[in-house]
């Protein structure tokens, strides 16, 4: 079907929904008032889109009259440039969503090779999520925080409330890489350590169907650094799923019933992104050329801290600010392979 005319329909279907919410008392209000909330973008889009090429078309009229032509030129040189502009946004807005992408997100850092300084660096850049949630009004929930003997982690895990959290941290997923000189270091001999990057859509009850008898829970003394135990009661929870074999481990809070209760949240987040990876194998293969997988055994970002610098290999963007993106400055990162992922999936769809 060509644009002009899946414009016309969604365009139909945007007022057929309103008549049908303004004069049937029966009607699904819910329901229907979610879908059209949905199409009032892309009829706006569509409305601006219009505008422009009526707009066009009588510049290009007027260009016959010596006394306009001048200005009748600029005008529709300007709006000749703007119509494909607009195609291309409705293109996107088009395109199929993803519909984890207005989803909260449960976040996970944990040190792989390089032994004390990948924990020091995976401390740093749980930091480094959390400014940036702080920058765009999220919530930002310590699930669990594993701390080493030197100030590293073991371990992390937050719950990242707000709109479209998902949307904008999902490109996040894969083996983050560090070189610099590290503070115990004597000889000045730059080190290279990566860190592993999880992050999940967060899953409600309904997405993911959990049958007790498919877990065993084991409760144990909680912890702390150094293995000094911060409390004397069974607080921490360990609960693995049999049939998958993950398990989720928490000992944050003193309370039996709440670290179960946050183990059992990110168990349902890690079930429902491998549903999601199961089923969805065609968009893994679409964003697998341009912005990776999101596999964890993937290297997809390097920090040089001698020379500044961060570089995301999926899709060559070397930024030499590594102090500002470390402050949590991921904006100019995200839109970057966000706007990637677009331009792969507008050249599937086209094709």
Same mark, same amino acid.
């Given at each position: =079907?060509?644009? #002009?005319?899946?414009?016309?329909?969604?365009?139909?279907?945007?007022?057929?929904?309103?008549?049908?919410?303004?004069?049937?008392?029966?009607?699904?209000?819910?329901?229907?008032?979610?879908?059209?909330?949905?199409?009032? #973008?892309? $009829?706006? &889009?569509?409305?601006?889109?219009?505008?422009?090429?009526?707009?066009? %078309?009588?510049?290009?009229? =007027?260009? +016959?009259?010596?006394? =306009?032509?001048?200005?009748?030129?600029?005008?529709?040189?300007?709006?000749?440039?703007?119509? #494909?502009?607009?195609?291309?946004?409705?293109?996107?807005?088009?395109?199929?969503?993803? $519909?984890?992408?207005?989803?909260?997100?449960?976040?996970?850092?944990?040190?792989?090779?390089?032994?004390?300084?990948?924990?020091?660096?995976?401390?740093?850049?749980?930091?480094?999520?959390?400014?940036?949630?702080?920058?765009?009004?999220?919530?930002?929930?310590?699930?669990?925080?594993?701390?080493?003997?030197?100030?590293?982690?073991?371990?992390?895990?937050?719950?990242?409330?707000?709109?479209?959290?998902?949307?904008?941290? &999902?490109?996040?997923?894969?083996?983050?890489?560090?070189?610099?000189?590290?503070? *115990?270091?004597?000889?000045?001999?730059?080190?290279?350590? *990566?860190?592993?990057?999880?992050?999940?859509?967060?899953?409600?009850?309904?997405? $993911?169907?959990?049958? %007790? +008898?498919?877990?065993?829970?084991?409760?144990?003394?909680?912890?702390?650094?150094?293995?000094?135990?911060?409390? &004397? *009661?069974?607080?921490?929870?360990?609960?693995?799923?049999?049939?998958?074999?993950?398990?989720?481990?928490?000992?944050?809070?003193?309370?039996?019933?709440?670290?179960?209760?946050?183990? =059992?949240?990110?168990?349902?987040?890690?079930?429902?992104?491998? @549903?999601?990876?199961? &089923? %969805?194998?065609?968009? +893994?293969?679409?964003?697998?050329?341009?912005?990776?997988?999101?596999?964890?055994?993937?290297?997809?970002?390097?920090?040089?801290? #001698?020379?500044?610098?961060?570089?995301?290999?999926?899709?060559?963007?070397?930024?030499?600010?590594? %102090?500002?993106?470390?402050?949590?400055?991921?904006?100019?990162?995200?839109?970057?392979?966000?706007?990637?992922? @677009?331009?792969?999936?507008?050249?599937?769809?086209?094709?």
């Amino acid at each position: =079907m060509s644009l #002009p005319a899946r414009l016309d329909r969604l365009l139909t279907r945007a007022e057929e929904l309103r008549h049908v919410l303004s004069t049937a008392p029966g009607a699904d209000i819910g329901a229907l008032s979610k879908e059209l909330s949905e199409l009032e #973008p892309l $009829v706006e &889009k569509v409305s601006e889109l219009r505008a422009a090429e009526r707009a066009r %078309d009588d510049a290009q009229a =007027m260009m +016959a009259d010596p006394e =306009m032509k001048d200005l009748a030129e600029t005008e529709w040189l300007e709006q000749k440039e703007r119509v #494909p502009a607009l195609e291309r946004e409705i293109r996107i807005l088009l395109l199929p969503r993803d $519909v984890a992408d207005e989803r909260s997100a449960i976040l996970e850092v944990r040190p792989a090779a390089g032994g004390d300084e990948a924990g020091l660096f995976a401390a740093e850049l749980f930091r480094t999520y959390q400014r940036y949630a702080e920058s765009r009004g999220w919530r930002f929930e310590l699930l669990e925080y594993d701390e080493s003997d030197l100030g590293g982690i073991k371990g992390a895990t937050a719950e990242i409330n707000g709109r479209s959290v998902f949307a904008r941290l &999902k490109y996040e997923s894969g083996v983050h890489r560090v070189q610099r000189v590290p503070a *115990t270091e004597t000889q000045g001999r730059i080190h290279t350590s *990566t860190v592993t990057v999880a992050v999940l859509p967060e899953a409600e009850e309904v997405d $993911v169907q959990v049958n %007790d +008898a498919d877990l065993r829970i084991d409760t144990y003394r909680a912890s702390g650094a150094g293995g000094q135990h911060v409390n &004397k *009661t069974d607080s921490a929870v360990r609960i693995t799923h049999l049939p998958t074999g993950i398990v989720v481990a928490m000992q944050e809070e003193k309370s039996q019933h709440k670290n179960r209760a946050k183990a =059992m949240k990110v168990l349902r987040a890690r079930l429902y992104e491998a @549903q999601r990876s199961a &089923k %969805d194998s065609a968009r +893994a293969a679409d964003r697998r050329s341009q912005v990776g997988t999101g596999d964890r055994s993937e290297r997809i970002r390097t920090y040089n801290f #001698p020379q500044g610098r961060v570089t995301d290999h999926r899709i060559g963007l070397t930024l030499h600010k590594i %102090d500002r993106v470390m402050l949590g400055e991921f904006d100019e990162i995200v839109d970057a392979l966000t706007a990637e992922d @677009q331009a792969a999936r507008l050249a599937a769809d086209a094709a």
